[in-house]
């Protein structure tokens, strides 16, 4: 079961329940606030939380002062870290890691690609050009009949008689 916090006290005497409950209210709040106390449920619950957490306090031992340079000695740190974490996120690991991955991935580019370029170029200078008048009966009979007019059919009539093998 999800509790939330919420002042049972009405709002006009909430604000004097702290000063009651360490006996620094007296007057006529003082005897306003006792007299509502009676009639309202919610601030007599709310002054018995407080009653149980100022007896807490006082049952604590007592911590000696820090000193008057306490305050300025821990702005000092806390300005010290955040002009060192400027710049600084929980992100940067991640985003140098990306930066890493595209770099990597740029020249795996560049390099596929000139593998590419320079690949098709030695290819075109390797390639022969075969012309129907220059085909000579190398595997079967019926070449002479039906030469050859493009690559595919050359290595279609390659690949029908057994890789030159009779």
Same mark, same amino acid.
């Given at each position: 079961?999800?509790?939330?916090?919420?002042?049972?006290?009405?709002?006009?005497?909430?604000?004097?329940?702290?000063?009651f409950v360490?006996?620094?209210?007296?007057? #006529?709040?003082?005897k306003t606030? +006792?007299?509502?106390?009676? *009639?309202?449920? =919610?601030?007599?619950? !709310?002054?018995? &939380?407080?009653?149980?957490?100022?007896?807490?306090?006082h049952?604590?031992?007592?911590?000696?002062d820090?000193g008057?340079?306490?305050?300025?000695?821990?702005?000092a740190?806390?300005?010290?870290?955040?002009?060192q974490?400027e710049?600084?996120?929980?992100?940067?690991?991640?985003?140098?890691l990306a930066?890493?991955?595209?770099?990597? #991935?740029?020249v795996?580019?560049? +390099?596929?690609?000139?593998? *590419?370029?320079? =690949?098709?170029f030695? !290819?075109?200078? &390797?390639?022969?050009?075969?012309q129907?008048?220059e085909?000579?009966?190398?595997?079967?009979?019926?070449?002479?009949?039906n030469?050859?007019?493009s690559?595919?059919?050359?290595?279609?009539l390659?690949s029908?008689?057994?890789?030159?093998?009779?």
């Amino acid at each position: 079961m999800e509790q939330q916090f919420r002042s049972a006290a009405c709002s006009e005497y909430e604000v004097l329940l702290e000063d009651f409950v360490n006996g620094e209210l007296n007057g #006529a709040d003082a005897k306003t606030l +006792a007299e509502h106390l009676k *009639d309202c449920a =919610g601030c007599r619950l !709310a002054f018995q &939380n407080a009653s149980a957490c100022a007896r807490l306090l006082h049952a604590a031992e007592p911590t000696p002062d820090p000193g008057p340079g306490f305050a300025r000695l821990v702005m000092a740190r806390i300005r010290s870290e955040e002009s060192q974490a400027e710049g600084k996120s929980i992100w940067q690991p991640f985003i140098s890691l990306a930066w890493r991955f595209a770099a990597t #991935a740029a020249v795996g580019l560049v +390099a596929l690609m000139t593998y *590419d370029l320079t =690949g098709h170029f030695r !290819a075109d200078r &390797n390639l022969a050009v075969l012309q129907p008048g220059e085909t000579r009966d190398l595997f079967s009979s019926d070449t002479a009949t039906n030469p050859p007019r493009s690559r595919d059919d050359v290595l279609i009539l390659v690949s029908e008689s057994n890789h030159g093998d009779k």
